[in-house]
Antibody
Framework: QVQLQESGPGLVKPSQTLSLTCTVS??????????WSWLRQPAGKGLEWIGR???????NYSPSLQSRVTISVDASKNQFSLRLTSVTAADTAVYYC?????????????????WGRGTLVTVSA | EIVLTQSPATLSLSPGERATLSCRAS??????LGWYQQKPGQAPRLLIY???TRATGIPASFSGSGSGTEFTLTISSLRSEDFAVYYC?????????FGQGTKVEIK
């Protein structure tokens, strides 16, 4: 059974870089037919996609964040990471990593069925 | 970017009652729509994908319907554990977007 766990600093200063890691157990991040995502949720608000990647579908970033975000993979550690630069208070949120199924035939990225518990990142001086 | 509008914002019902939640898309998403349940302090839980297919382990009391721009999530008989916030999410193109949520609360 796949498990995902987010980790990283809970406090980041404005203008600095937010870096988080998602450690995956029970499934390879390089497996076909799946994609891996980062999402976030400010307190009391809705969910927002940050970006996703899959072995066969490449990487996509949110248009509103793409100038500041990078998602990378470390296959040797079965981890993937999020890097968000030049953060402001508006980036304060619970950050989730998640896994979903990708059908290369239809091009469908099905909704994520497995999520980490989330990690709160606060941007404050 | 496709905008999803959920209604109502809050639904106040009693256990045993039927809940009907709506999600409207700003343009057609075909059947590429899912529903999530989220409880306080927890990650979202996938309920429905493909507009009407229940995810693994989801009870039959949850059902989804619709296509194009109009979708519905129905909970046939509310149990105490069903009181939560529900989000719809399309995956017809990038970026996938979420609705703002419907809170189902105990009346």
């Amino acid at each position: 059974q796949v498990q995902l766990q987010e980790s990283g600093p809970g406090l980041v200063k404005p203008s600095q870089t937010l870096s988080l890691t998602c450690t995956v157990s029970g499934y390879s991040v390089h497996s076909d037919g799946v994609y891996w995502s980062w999402l976030r949720q400010p307190a009391g608000k809705g969910l927002e996609w940050i970006g996703r990647f899959s072995s066969s579908g490449g990487t996509n970033y949110s248009p509103s964040l793409q100038s500041r975000v990078t998602i990378s993979v470390d296959a040797s550690k079965n981890q993937f990471s999020l890097r968000l630069t030049s953060v402001t208070a508006a980036d304060t949120a619970v950050y989730y990593c998640a896994r979903g199924w990708y059908d290369s035939g239809s091009g469908n990225y099905y909704p994520s069925g497995e999520w980490g518990r989330g990690t709160l990142v606060t941007v404050s001086a | 970017e496709i905008v999803l509008t959920q209604s109502p914002a809050t639904l106040s019902l009693s256990p045993g009652e039927r809940a009907t939640l709506s999600c409207r898309a700003s343009q057609s998403v075909r059947s590429n729509l899912g529903w999530y349940q989220q409880k306080p302090g927890q990650a979202p839980r996938l309920l429905i994908y493909g507009a009407s297919t229940r995810a693994t382990g989801i009870p039959a009391s949850f059902s989804g319907s619709g296509s194009g721009t109009e979708f519905t999530l129905t909970i046939s008989s509310l149990r105490s554990e069903d009181f939560a916030v529900y989000y719809c999410q399309h995956y017809d193109d990038w970026p996938p977007t979420f609705g703002q949520g419907t809170k189902v609360e105990i009346k």
